[in-house]
Nanobody
């Protein structure tokens, strides 16, 4: 599994925007399916958005559909998550993961057992 370092989180008001980044320095991202996950205290991380490494197909968890956009720059070994129209319930620690061992992007977002990096805290508060 690839190791990522996430950044870009912060404190934002409802309706605001943030752009998260995660970078891996351990290996190339080529052909890896990548995903953003988030974790509330006391819960397991859940998939938010995932992107194929072969055809750029994407999957979004229904609560973020239309508000979040995942993208990747393989040359920079970086995955991004543009988050718009943020809501209170988007507050969480956000993590990246990548694997070549899933059949499709939805399966990636439903997978577990990844090795997580430090994550980046997103706090949406008035």
């Amino acid at each position: 599994q690839l190791q990522f370092v996430e950044s870009g989180g912060g404190l934002v008001q409802p309706g605001g925007s943030l752009r998260l980044s995660c970078v891996t320095q351990t290996y190339s991202l080529d052909y890896y399916t990548v995903g953003w996950f988030r974790q509330d205290p006391g819960k397991v991380p859940e998939g938010v958005s995932c992107m194929s490494g072969t055809n750029n197909a994407t999957y979004y968890e229904p609560s973020v559909q239309g508000r979040f956009t995942i993208s990747r720059d393989n040359a920079k070994n970086t995955v991004y998550l543009q988050m718009n129209s943020l809501k209170l319930e988007d507050t969480a620690v956000y993590y990246c993961a990548a694997t070549r061992l899933v059949a499709d992007v939805e399966s990636m977002c439903r997978a577990s057992g990844f090795s997580w990096g430090p994550g980046t805290q997103v706090t949406v508060s008035a």
